[in-house]
C-alpha cells in the first residue's frame, strides 16, 4: 500500500507539491480583488487535483487539495498557521450549551417519556448517560439518520434540558451575547471575506446547469475529457442498472455491482471516461435500456473540469462545516454570510438557493449540505429563526419539489421540518407571522385535486402516479401534527386569528372527507370489483391526532373554542344543506307521539362512514361542556339554531349501517365493506370515528324529546313497523318462512337496543359525564382485564395513544390491576384486582363481539368460583354534566317502555314469536340501568328537588285497554320462574331485588321528615352514611365468612363420614408405629417402610396439583379432571443387548408377548418431566405441524425434529420428544387391592387361578359350543367366590385421559415395532408393558453403574416419569380389548404353569423374568379387579 502510494505521489505534478498555502495567503492579502485571485486560484488548480482519470483518488484528492487549495484558506482565515490558529480559536470561544451531535443512520438515540416535550426530542448516548433522564422512563430508538441531539435545548425538555457536559455554570446565565465579540476585528472582516467567497463558489458550482461551461472559472488549458455520470432514481432495480451497466459501458458484473451499489449511496458515479462522443454513446445505450417501461435512468456526458469543481464543491462544504466547529463566532458569519440577500431580491440567499435547488441535486450533495446546515444555522439560535421564516415562506414550493422528486423524504430538505416546526416558540411565530397552519393545509389540499361532483376526494380508480403523490403527501400531515403537538400557556389576539384562520383551512378539508367513498347495498349480484378504499382510511389515520389536536389547542381558550365551534357548525350545515331533497318528509306515531322525519333507507340509498365535520363538532360540544363555557356564556353559543334531527341523521345512519353489516346484509358488498367497519372500530381510528358518532347521538338526544329520537332511530334500524303495530311481531314471524330475515331482524333489533345501552351508559369522557381522563383509561384497562390477564404490551395495543404516543396506562395501572410475575414461561401478567369486577360493563362499547364474549364467559366464571349468583347487572355510573342530563329521561320515555314491554311480552309467550336470548338480555340490561339511575337520584335527593325520574312507577303499571297488556314489573315475575330462561334467573331476581330497595327508599324519603341543608348538617349526616354503610358491609362480611366456615366444617364432617374405613386405617397405623406394641417391629420407625407382601402398607394418597407449562393454570390430577400430560420421547434401544447380531423379526407378524433375556432390542421411554394439559398440547402441536406445512420447501431449513413423524420439542426446554404420557392418579385409589387372605398358600393360588382361566377359555369358546352346553360346563365349574369371567368393568377415567391413555399406547406400539399406528392391534398393550418394564431395567442399571440404591432419591424427572409410565401400564387394559389382555394372561401364565391349551410356548430359560412378572402383575388385574 505504501509503495502504491508512493508511486502515486511520483506521478503528481511537482507545480502542485512546490505550492505554498502561506505564499498564496499573502498574496490574496495583499490583493485589490480578492475573489477575483480565489477564482483563478480555484480555475487553474481545481482540475488538476480532482477527476484525472475514470476512477476517482480520493486519497490523493484529499491530500493535494488540503495542500493546494484549503491550506491557503485555512492561513488566510487565521492570519497565521492554521496549526496554531485554530487551537487558539477553539480557546477563546465560549463552548455551546447545545449538543447538536448529527446522528448517523443506526446509531442509538434516547428520548424521555416523562420530560420531553414530544417524541421528536432525543438525546444522543453520550449526553443521555450523563443526564437525569436516565432514571426515568425513556423510549430508546435506532436513528434513520439526520437529526440531531437536543441536549441543551431548554425549549426541547420540560425538566433537566442539559446534560453534565453541557451544564451551564452557576456564574452563566442563559442569556444570548453576540459571538463575534470573542474573534479579533481583521479577523471578523476576513472570514466574510473568505466565507462569501468560498460559500457561493459552492453554491453556485453545485447549482449550475450547464455541461460544458464554467461560472467564471474558465481554464486556461482546457482538457478535453468529458465524463458519463449516471444518476441514482427510486424507480430502477438493482438487477436492472447492473444488466444496463454490463451492456452499455462493457464491464464485468463486479464493477457493474460496485457501480450501482456507488449511485445508491452517493446519489451519482461515473461509469465512463474519454472524449464526447465516447461517453454519448454509452449514456444513449443506457437510456435505451431502461426507457421501456418507466422513465429512464438520468444520464449525463459532463465534462470533467465541471465534475472536478463539484467535487471540491461538496469538499469546501464539508470544510466549512468543519471550520465553523472552532468558534461560534465564525458560525454567526457563516450564517450571515448565508441568509444575506443578494442583488436579485426575493430568494436569492444562498441558503434559499440552495434549498430551491435541492430536487435537483445528487443525493452525496444533499446529504452535505443538510448537514452544513444543521452544523450551522440550526445550531445558532438567532439565525435559526430567521431561517425558518426563509423555510415557511418557500413551503409550498419545496414540498412541490418534493412531490415531483422520487427519493425519500430523509433525503429532501423537505425533511428539515422536524427540526424547526417541533420547537414551540417557532411553530407559534410562523403560525402569527408566516400563516403557517394555513399554508400547509392549503398546500396538502392542491396536491388532492381528484374530487367528485359535490367537491369531495375521490381515490376511486386511482392511477399509479396519483396512488405514488398520495403517499408522499401524507407528510404534510405530519408537518401540521408537529406545528400543533406543543400547545400554547398565553394566547395574543394575533395568535387567536391566525389560528382561526387555520382552523377555517382545516375545515374546508374536513368538508371535502365528509361523505367520500359512499357505498349503497349490492342486491341480487355480489359486487365484481372490490372498490377502493384504503386511501380515505388512510387519510382518516394519518389526521386522527391533528383532529384530536385541534380540539386540545381549541380547549385552551373560551374565545377560540366559541368561534370554532360556530365555524364548524355552519360548515355542517353547508354539508347538509339540502340533505333532504327529494326525500319525502313522513310522519311516526308512537304511544301517543308523533315526529316528522325524511323518508330514507340505509339498506336502499347511498351511505358513507367518513363524517369528520360531524364528528369535530361532537368534540367541541363536549369541550364546551368540559370547560363550562355553555355554562358561562350561553348567549354567545348558537345552541338555539341547532337542529337535533339533522345533527343526529348521518352518525346513525353510519351506525345502523354497521349494524346492518353484522346482521348479514351487505354480504354481497364484499370485503372491502367489512374492513372499512373493523377499522371504523379500531383502537387506530375510533377516538375521532364510532366513539365521536356515539357523542354526536348523545348531543342530538339530549337536546330533544326521547320519543322523537326512538322512533327517528326505529325507523332508520327498518324496525318501526314492528314496534308500532300490536302483534306485527307474530304476523312477521309466522308469515316470513324465510328464516334469514328472521334473523336479520333479530341481530338488528340486538344491535339497536346495544345503542341504547351506549348512548346512556357512555359518560366516562370529561364534559359528558362529571368524570377525569383517569378514570376513562381506568375504565378502558378494567374491562381489557376482565376478558383474560394481559401481559404489558398486550394491554398497551388495547389502549388509543396520544400524540406522544402515550396511553396513560402506567398512572393507572397499579389501581385497578396486581401484576403476576411471569412463571417458567414468557410473559408477566396483570390481573384485575377483585374490587374493581363491580365496574364491570357488559356492553362495554370498545368490545369486539368476541371480546363481550370471552369477558362475561370470564365473569360469570369468576362469580361462580367466589359462590355468588351469575347475573352481571350494569354498575353504578357517574351523574352527566349538566349539558347532557336529559339523556336518562330516554330510559323512562314511553317508546322506550313500548319497546321493552314488546320483547317481554314476546319472551312470556315465547313460542308464537321471533326473538332471541340477546335480545332479552339487553332488555333486562336497560331496565336495570334504569333502576341503578332512580336508585342514585333517590340516593342524592336533596330538598328542593322533586324526583322527576319515576321509572319504578311505570314499570308497574298495565297496559292501557285495548290491549290490557300486563305490567313490565309483572312479566319480569312470570318470567322468573319460565324454565327456558334459566340463565337469566340471577339478573331477573336482582332487578326484582332492586326494584324492591328503591321501593323502600321512595316509602323512607317520602315518611322522613326534611332534612337541613346547611352545608355543615349535610357534611355530618353524609358522614354517618358512610359509617353506617361501612359497618353494614363489616356486617355482611363477617356473616360471609361464618357463613364460609360453617360450610368448610360440614364438608370435612360429610368426607370423614364417606371415608370412615381409611381415616380409622390411618388412626391405627398411628397407634401402631408410636406404641411399639407390635411384636414384629423391627426398630427402625415403621413410618419409612412400606410393605410390599400380603399385608402391604395402606398409603394415604397426597392430592397432585400441577401447572401447565403453557396455559400456567394449575389442577389436580383425578380421574374425571381434564387429562394432564409429559412431554416424552419413545424410541427403540440396544443399549442393553446382549446379543447385537440377532436379524430382526418382520414387524406385522411378530409376536413380542416373550421378551428374550438378551434383550436384544427394547422400547425405551424417557421424559423431560416438563407437564402441560393434553389440549394445550394438542394445540400447540398442531400448531408446530401446521407452521411446518406452511414453510415452503425450499425455504424449509433443517431442523433436530421430524415433525412429519410426529416429532416435537418441549415447549419449555425444547428436549426432543414424540408423544406424551398421561399423569394418572394411583390405580389403588380406583380399584381394590390384591387380596391374598383366602389364599394362604401358592398351591391354592394356582388352584383359583387355573379355575378362572378355565372360565375364560369357556367364554371364548361360547360361539362354537352350545349355549346350553356352555352353561352345564360353567356350572360344574367352581368359581372362587367374587369371580365372574362375563364381568364388563365401566371404565373409570375421562374422556381427555381415555384419549390420551390410546395415544401414548398407539405411539409405543408404532415406535418399537415400526409399523403404522393401529390402536386395535392386540400387541398394543403387550409394547406398553414392555415399554415400562424395560426403562425401569435401564434405569436400575443406571443407578447400579452409580452405585446408588435402587429405592434412594431418583432425579425428579426420572421419578416423574417412571411413576407415570407404571401408572400408564397398570391402566391400559382399561381401553384396551379385555379379552385380549385376558387371553394375554393365559398365555403368560401357561410359560409357567403348562396346560393343554398353550403349546409352543418358548422355554422358561429363553424369557426375561423381569418382564413376565410385569406383564403378568398387570393382567391378573383384568381377573381379580372389582370397582370400589
Not at 326484582?992 to 321501593?999: E, S
Not at 326534611?1010 to 349526616?1021: A, H, K, L, P, Q
Not at 390430577?1117 to 419413545?1130: E, G, P, Q
Not at 409405543?1308 to 418394564?1333: F, Q
Request: charged share 25%; with cysteine.
Amino acid at each position: 500500500m505504501a509503495a502504491d502510494l508512493e508511486t502515486e505521489v511520483q506521478a503528481i505534478d511537482k507545480s502542485l507539491l512546490e505550492c505554498s498555502a502561506e505564499e498564496i495567503a499573502v498574496k490574496w492579502l495583499q490583493a485589490n480583488d480578492l475573489q477575483k485571485e480565489v477564482y483563478q486560484h480555484l480555475a487553474y488548480y481545481v482540475p488538476k487535483i480532482y477527476c484525472r482519470g475514470p476512477n476517482p483518488a480520493p486519497q490523493r484528492e484529499d491530500m493535494l487539495a488540503q495542500h493546494v487549495l484549503l491550506g491557503p484558506m485555512e492561513w488566510y482565515l487565521c492570519g497565521e498557521d492554521p496549526a496554531f490558529g485554530f487551537p487558539k480559536l477553539e480557546q477563546a470561544n465560549k463552548p455551546s450549551h447545545l449538543c447538536g451531535r448529527v446522528f448517523k443512520v443506526g446509531e442509538p438515540t434516547y428520548s424521555c417519556r416523562d420530560c420531553a416535550v414530544d417524541p421528536t426530542c432525543v438525546l444522543c448516548m453520550e449526553c443521555f448517560l450523563g443526564s437525569i433522564h436516565r432514571e426515568h422512563r425513556y423510549r430508546m430508538t435506532t436513528s434513520g439518520g439526520g437529526g440531531f441531539c437536543d441536549c441543551g435545548d431548554t425549549e426541547a425538555w420540560k425538566e433537566g434540558p442539559y446534560c453534565q457536559k453541557h451544564e451551564l455554570n452557576s456564574s452563566e446565565t442563559a442569556e444570548e451575547e453576540d459571538p463575534l465579540v470573542h474573534l479579533p476585528e481583521d479577523m471578523v472582516a476576513r472570514a466574510y471575506n473568505i466565507f462569501a467567497i468560498t460559500f457561493k463558489y459552492a453554491v453556485d458550482i453545485l447549482t449550475w446547469e450547464k455541461e460544458n461551461e464554467l461560472p467564471g472559472l474558465e481554464m486556461i488549458e482546457k482538457s478535453d475529457t468529458y465524463y458519463c455520470m449516471l444518476f441514482n432514481d427510486e424507480v430502477h432495480t438493482y438487477e436492472q442498472v447492473i444488466y444496463t451497466l454490463q451492456k452499455a459501458v462493457n464491464c464485468t458484473q463486479k464493477e457493474a455491482i460496485g457501480f450501482a451499489t456507488t449511485v445508491d449511496r452517493d446519489g451519482r458515479r461515473s461509469v465512463r471516461y474519454g472524449d464526447f462522443q465516447y461517453c454519448d454513446q454509452a449514456k444513449s445505450v443506457i437510456v435505451r435500456n431502461t426507457s421501456r417501461q418507466t422513465k429512464p435512468l438520468k444520464v449525463q456526458v459532463m465534462h470533467s473540469s465541471i465534475v472536478a469543481h463539484q467535487s471540491f464543491g461538496l469538499k469546501l462544504l464539508t470544510w466549512l462545516g468543519s471550520v465553523i466547529g472552532y468558534s461560534d463566532g465564525l458560525r454567526r458569519i457563516l450564517c450571515q454570510v448565508g441568509l444575506q440577500e443578494g442583488p436579485d431580491g426575493e430568494n436569492s440567499s444562498l441558503v434559499d438557493k440552495l434549498m430551491l435547488y435541492d430536487s435537483k441535486l445528487w443525493k452525496g450533495a444533499r446529504n452535505v449540505y443538510h448537514q452544513l446546515f444543521m452544523s450551522s444555522l440550526l445550531m445558532d439560535l438567532k439565525y435559526k429563526k430567521l431561517f425558518a421564516i426563509r423555510f415557511a415562506r418557500n413551503y409550498e414550493r419545496l414540498q412541490s419539489d418534493f412531490m415531483k422528486d422520487d427519493h425519500d423524504r430523509e433525503f429532501s430538505i423537505a425533511d428539515l421540518s422536524i427540526q424547526i416546526f417541533t420547537v414551540p416558540s417557532l411553530a407559534r411565530m410562523l403560525i402569527t407571522e408566516e400563516n403557517l397552519m394555513t399554508t400547509i393545509i392549503k398546500t396538502f389540499m392542491d396536491h388532492l385535486r381528484h374530487r367528485d361532483i359535490q367537491g369531495r376526494f375521490q381515490f376511486e380508480r386511482y392511477t399509479a402516479l396519483q396512488a405514488f403523490k398520495f403517499r408522499r403527501v401524507q407528510s404534510l400531515i405530519l408537518d401540521l401534527k408537529y406545528v400543533l403537538i406543543s400547545k400554547p400557556t398565553e394566547w395574543s389576539d394575533d395568535l387567536r386569528r391566525k389560528f382561526l384562520e387555520g382552523f377555517d383551512a382545516f375545515l374546508e378539508l374536513l368538508k371535502c372527507m365528509q361523505g367520500m367513498d359512499p357505498i349503497t347495498r349490492q342486491v341480487g349480484q355480489h359486487i365484481e370489483m372490490e372498490p377502493e378504499w384504503e386511501a380515505a382510511f388512510t387519510l382518516q389515520m394519518k389526521l386522527t391526532l391533528v383532529i384530536s389536536m385541534m380540539q386540545d389547542w381549541c380547549a385552551l381558550d373560551e374565545k377560540v373554542l366559541i368561534e370554532a365551534y360556530k365555524k364548524c357548525l355552519t360548515v355542517l350545515m353547508q354539508c347538509h344543506s339540502g340533505f333532504t331533497d327529494g326525500e319525502q318528509p313522513i310522519v311516526l306515531s308512537m304511544c301517543g307521539h308523533s315526529v316528522e322525519t325524511i323518508r330514507y333507507c340505509v339498506s336502499q340509498e347511498k351511505v358513507s362512514i367518513h363524517l369528520p365535520v360531524s364528528r369535530l363538532l361532537a368534540g367541541l360540544h363536549v369541550l364546551l361542556s368540559k370547560t363550562e363555557v355553555a355554562y358561562k356564556f350561553p348567549e354567545l353559543l348558537p345552541l338555539s339554531e341547532l337542529s337535533p334531527p339533522m345533527l343526529i341523521e348521518h352518525p346513525l345512519r353510519c351506525l345502523v349501517l354497521c349494524a346492518q353489516v353484522h346482521a348479514g346484509m351487505w354480504r354481497r358488498n364484499g370485503f372491502s365493506l367489512v374492513n372499512q367497519i373493523y377499522y371504523y372500530h379500531n383502537v387506530k381510528c375510533r377516538r375521532e370515528m364510532f366513539d365521536k358518532d356515539i357523542v354526536m347521538l348523545q348531543t342530538g338526544v339530549s337536546m330533544m324529546d326521547p320519543n322523537h329520537f326512538l322512533m327517528i332511530m326505529l325507523s332508520r334500524f327498518e324496525l318501526y313497523q314492528i314496534f308500532s303495530t300490536p302483534d306485527y311481531g307474530k304476523r312477521f314471524s309466522t308469515e316470513n318462512t324465510n328464516k334469514d330475515v328472521v334473523q336479520q331482524n333479530n341481530t338488528l333489533i340486538e344491535e339497536m337496543l346495544y345503542l341504547i345501552i351506549m348512548i346512556i351508559g357512555e359518560r366516562f369522557s370529561p364534559g359528558i359525564g362529571q368524570v377525569n381522563a383517569t378514570d376513562e383509561i381506568k375504565r378502558e384497562i378494567i374491562h381489557q382485564l376482565s376478558i383474560r390477564p394481559m401481559a404489558h404490551s398486550e394491554l398497551v395495543k388495547a389502549l388509543p395513544e396520544d400524540e406522544n404516543r402515550e396511553t396513560g396506562m402506567e398512572s393507572v395501572i397499579e389501581e385497578v390491576a396486581c401484576f403476576k410475575k411471569p412463571g417458567l414461561t414468557g410473559r408477566g401478567l396483570y390481573e384485575l384486582k377483585p374490587e374493581c369486577a363491580k365496574s364491570f360493563n357488559l356492553y362495554f362499547y370498545h368490545f369486539s363481539r368476541a371480546e363481550q364474549s370471552k369477558a362475561e364467559e370470564a365473569q360469570r366464571k369468576l362469580r361462580r368460583q367466589n359462590r355468588e349468583d351469575t347475573a352481571l347487572p350494569p354498575p353504578a355510573l357517574p351523574p352527566f354534566c349538566p349539558l347532557f342530563a336529559s339523556l336518562v329521561n330516554i330510559l323512562q320515555s314511553d317508546v322506550m317502555l313500548c319497546i321493552m314491554g314488546t320483547i317481554l311480552q314476546w319472551a312470556v309467550e315465547h313460542n308464537g314469536y321471533a326473538w332471541s336470548e340477546s335480545m332479552l338480555q339487553r332488555v333486562l340490561h336497560l331496565i336495570g340501568m334504569a333502576l341503578q339511575e332512580e336508585k342514585q337520584h333517590l340516593e342524592n335527593l336533596s330538598e328542593e328537588n322533586v324526583v322527576t325520574f319515576t321509572f319504578t312507577q311505570k314499570i308497574s303499571k298495565p297496559g292501557e285497554a285495548p290491549n290490557n297488556s300486563p305490567s313490565i314489573l309483572a312479566m319480569l315475575e312470570t318470567l322468573q320462574n319460565a324454565p327456558h330462561l334459566e340463565v337469566h334467573k340471577d339478573m331477573i331476581r336482582w332487578i326484582l331485588k332492586t326494584f324492591n330497595t328503591i321501593k323502600k327508599l321512595r316509602e323512607s324519603s317520602s315518611s322522613s321528615p326534611v332534612v337541613e341543608t346547611e352545608g355543615n348538617i349535610m357534611e355530618e349526616s353524609s358522614r354517618d352514611k358512610d359509617k353506617a354503610e361501612r359497618k353494614r358491609k363489616a356486617e355482611i362480611a363477617r356473616l360471609r365468612r361464618e357463613k364460609i366456615m360453617a360450610q368448610m366444617s360440614e364438608m370435612q364432617r360429610h368426607f370423614i363420614n364417606e371415608n370412615k374405613e381409611l381415616f380409622q386405617q390411618t388412626l391405627e397405623e398411628l397407634d401402631t408405629s408410636t406404641s411399639g406394641a407390635h411384636e414384629n417391629s423391627p426398630v427402625i420407625s415403621d413410618a419409612k417402610l412400606t410393605a410390599l407382601g400380603p399385608e402391604q402398607t395402606r398409603v394415604a394418597e397426597p392430592r397432585q396439583v400441577v401447572m401447565c407449562i403453557l396455559c400456567q393454570e394449575e389442577q389436580e390430577v383425578k380421574v374425571d379432571s381434564r387429562a394432564m400430560v409429559l412431554a416424552a420421547f419413545i424410541q427403540r434401544s440396544t443399549v442393553l443387548s446382549k446379543n447385537r447380531n440377532k436379524s430382526t423379526p418382520d414387524p406385522e407378524k411378530y409376536d413380542p408377548l416373550f421378551m428374550h433375556p438378551d434383550l436384544s432390542c427394547g422400547t425405551h421411554t424417557g421424559s423431560c418431566g416438563h407437564i402441560m394439559h393434553a389440549h394445550c398440547w394438542q394445540r400447540y402441536f398442531d400448531a408446530v405441524q401446521a407452521k411446518e406445512q406452511r414453510r415452503q420447501q425450499r425455504l424449509r431449513v433443517h431442523t433436530s425434529y421430524d415433525v412429519e413423524n410426529g416429532e416435537f420439542l418441549c415447549p419449555l426446554c425444547e428436549c426432543l420428544s414424540n408423544t406424551v404420557i398421561p399423569l394418572l392418579p394411583p390405580p389403588r385409589v380406583l380399584f381394590n387391592r390384591l387380596d391374598f387372605s383366602s389364599q394362604p398358600n401358592l398351591t391354592q393360588w394356582i388352584r383359583t387361578v387355573s379355575q378362572q382361566v378355565k372360565a375364560l377359555h369357556l367364554l371364548q369358546n361360547e360361539d362354537s359350543a352350545s349355549h346350553s352346553g356352555h352353561s352345564e360346563k360353567m356350572d360344574q365349574l367352581q368359581l372362587p367366590e367374587g369371580f365372574r369371567p362375563d364381568f364388563k368393568l365401566k371404565n373409570p377415567y375421562s374422556e381427555s385421559i381415555k384419549e390420551m391413555l390410546t395415544t401414548f399406547g398407539t405411539a409405543t406400539y408404532k415406535v418399537g415395532l415400526k409399523v403404522h399406528p393401529n390402536e386395535e392391534d392386540p400387541r398394543v398393550p403387550i409394547m406398553c408393558w414392555g415399554s415400562c418394564a424395560y426403562t425401569i431395567q435401564t434405569i436400575e442399571r443406571i443407578l447400579a453403574d452409580e452405585d446408588k440404591p435402587l429405592f434412594g432419591h431418583l432425579p425428579c424427572r426420572q421419578d416423574d416419569c417412571l411413576t407415570s409410565l407404571t401408572r400408564f401400564a397398570a391402566a391400559h387394559w382399561t381401553v384396551s380389548s379385555l379379552s385380549a389382555v385376558q387371553g394375554h394372561f393365559c398365555t403368560l401364565l401357561a410359560s409357567l404353569v403348562p396346560n393343554e391349551k398353550n403349546g409352543n410356548l418358548p422355554c422358561i430359560l429363553d424369557i426375561d423374568m423381569f418382564h413376565l412378572l410385569k406383564r403378568m402383575a398387570w393382567t391378573k388385574k383384568t381377573l381379580t379387579v372389582k370397582r370400589k
